[in-house]
Each structure stands twice: as C-alpha cells, then as structure tokens.
C-alpha cells in the first residue's frame, strides 16, 4: 500500500520561506512522477509544481515560478518543495501526488494515482 506523508507546514509570515517534505513509502518511488498540489478555501485544487522520476524535468504553475522549487532525493524516497517569497495568496493546503503512468510529469489531478492527506501553509500578511 502506497503512502504519502507530508511535513512542513504551518504558519508563515509574507516573505518567508518554507520547505515542504513528503515522504513516500510501500512503493516503488522511483517509478514515480511526483507533484505538489494546493487548494485554497472555496477554490479547486491546482497544480503547484511536478517533476519526473529522475528529477531532471520540472513543471511550475506561473503563479509560483521564480518562487518555488521542487526537487526529490530518491535515496531516500523523498520530494519536497521549497517555498520562497511567501504571499498570501499561497495560503491553501498543500497536497503530494504521485503518478505511476508513463507520463513524464503530472499534469492535472486526473493523472494522480496517489495522494497525500495534505498540509496547511498560512501565510500572514
């Protein structure tokens, strides 16, 4: 059974940084295309940012590019996300995807074949 934690969260002040981790376990970890979604209170969940199973392909939305960076160790069957420059409107929960298709990134939530239970980013003003 595929499992997705994730870690990082919590409260941050506008401009700070933070990194998210999520740890995947019960699976093959290389053999995924990971992601990071978000959704905020009364919005749909989008794609932050996803990267392919060597890491040397990456994927922003334009709304956190130049901002944040996704990156994974394999090793250690971890990706995470470092977030610079937080505003406010990045507050949301922030979800781990994974994907075991041939795709070589995710590119919507209906390639994922594995979720994370999610993590909450506050960014004060």
């Known amino acids: 059974q595929v499992q997705l934690v994730e870690s990082g969260g919590g409260l941050v002040q506008t401009g700070d940084s933070a990194r998210l981790s999520c740890a995947v376990s019960?699976?093959?970890?290389?053999?995924?295309?990971m992601g990071w979604f978000r959704q905020a209170p009364g919005k749909e969940r989008e794609l932050v940012a996803t990267?392919?199973?060597?890491?040397?392909?990456?994927f922003y939305a334009s709304s956190v590019k130049g901002r944040f960076n996704i990156y994974r160790e394999n090793p250690k069957n971890t990706v995470y996300l470092q977030m610079n420059s937080l505003k406010y409107e990045d507050t949301a929960v922030y979800y781990c995807?994974?994907?075991?298709?041939?795709?070589?990134?995710?590119?919507?939530?209906?390639?994922?074949?594995?979720w994370g239970k999610g993590t909450l980013v506050t960014v004060s003003s």
């Open positions: 995807a994974a994907t075991r298709s041939r795709s070589l990134l995710i590119s919507n939530t209906g390639g994922v074949d594995y």
């Open positions: 019960g699976g093959a970890f290389n053999n995924y295309a």
């Open positions: 990267i392919s199973r060597s890491g040397g392909s990456t």
